[in-house]
């Protein structure tokens, strides 16, 4: 009986699961949060008939998994930005190192030269 339930829980999808979590969470927080309005979302408790009920959770559902979809496509737009800067922040820092080199070595050069003419 377990390894069933363990095969059942490895088959759904990690989405399934973490939408299922955030409607078990939603719905335990509902009655703590009877008094927040959100946009999108229906009070379902008030619908006697099951099938209009269930019906408004699908639709909470539905609602939540296109919350879910829009931030993960700004995150990743977020993330995108933020990458194509490190890249050029990266690409700046080397010309800047090359350019400390070839100073380094240009002053090098001008201080063997002050030395050898100071020594003549």
């Not at 927040?36 to 008030?46: H, K, L, M, S, Y």
């Not at 099951?50 to 993330?79: H, P, W």
């Not at 240009?106 to 063997?112: D, S, Y």
Request: proline share 2%.
């Amino acid at each position: 009986m377990q390894r069933e339930q363990q095969q059942i829980r490895r088959r759904r999808p990690k989405g399934m699961q973490f939408l299922l979590c955030s409607t078990a969470l939603y719905m335990m927080v509902l009655p703590f949060a009877a008094a927040q309005d959100i946009r999108g979302i229906e009070v379902c408790t008030a619908e006697k008939q099951m099938e209009r009920r269930t019906g408004c959770l699908q639709a909470n559902i539905d609602f939540l998994q296109q919350a879910l979809a829009k931030l993960a496509r700004e995150t990743q737009e977020k993330i995108a930005v933020a990458t194509r800067d490190l890249a050029t922040a990266r690409a700046e820092i080397v010309t800047l190192k090359s350019t400390i080199e070839k100073l380094t070595k240009e002053l090098t050069q001008l201080k063997a030269q002050v030395e050898s003419s100071g020594k003549k």
